[in-house]
C-alpha cells in the first residue's frame, strides 16, 4: 500500500527528526518507512533551503533520435528501392558501396552509419505516409 506524504507532513517528520527523535519512532507515528524519514531528511538537508516538495519526474532532457538526414536518407532507401524496415535499418548501418554513393550524393553530405531501431525507421514511413494522405 501506498500512502501519501504530504507536505505538511514531510516538515513534521523533518522537525521531529531535528528535536532528536529515532526514525524508527518517527517512521511509526507517521506511518511511513524509515527509508522515506531518511529520504526527506537527507533531501532537506541538502539543499541551500528547505523544500518539501516533489522534484519533478520529467526528464532534464529530450534527445531526438532521428536526424534530419537519416530521415531523408529512410525516405530515399524506401522510394528508390521499395525496401522494407528490416533492409533499411541494416543499410543505414553498414551501406554497400553503392547504397553510400547513391545516399552521400542525393544528400549532398559525407554518410555516417545510423543505428535506428525497426520501430523507429516504421514510425518515419507512417508518418510521411499519413502527411503524403492529409497533402493529396
Known amino acids: 500500500m501506498h500512502k501519501v ?6 516538515k513534521l517528520m523533518i522537525k521531529a527528526k531535528r528535536n532528536g527523535k529515532q526514525v524508527m519512532d518517527i517512521a511509526e507515528m507517521f506511518d511511513v518507512s524509515r527509508k522515506t524519514v ?3 531528511y537527507k533531501r532537506v538537508s541538502k539543499k541551500g533551503w528547505p523544500n518539501y516538495r516533489d522534484r519533478s519526474k520529467r526528464p532534464h532532457t529530450i534527445h531526438k533520435k532521428i536526424t534530419p538526414l537519416a530521415e531523408e536518407a529512410i525516405l530515399l532507401l524506401r522510394d528508390s ?3 522494407g ?3 533499411i535499418e541494416i543499410c543505414l548501418q553498414s551501406p554497400p558501396p553503392y547504397i553510400q554513393s547513391l545516399l552521400e550524393t542525393v544528400l549532398g553530405k559525407p554518410w555516417k552509419p545510423v543505428m535506428l531501431s525497426r520501430q523507429s525507421i516504421n514510425n518515419i514511413l507512417k508518418y510521411t505516409f499519413n502527411l503524403n494522405l492529409v497533402l493529396f
Open 38 to 40: 531518511w529520504k526527506w
Open 5 to 10: 506524504v504530504t507536505p505538511e507532513i514531510r
Open 81 to 83: 528501392f521499395n525496401w
Open 85 to 87: 524496415t528490416q533492409r
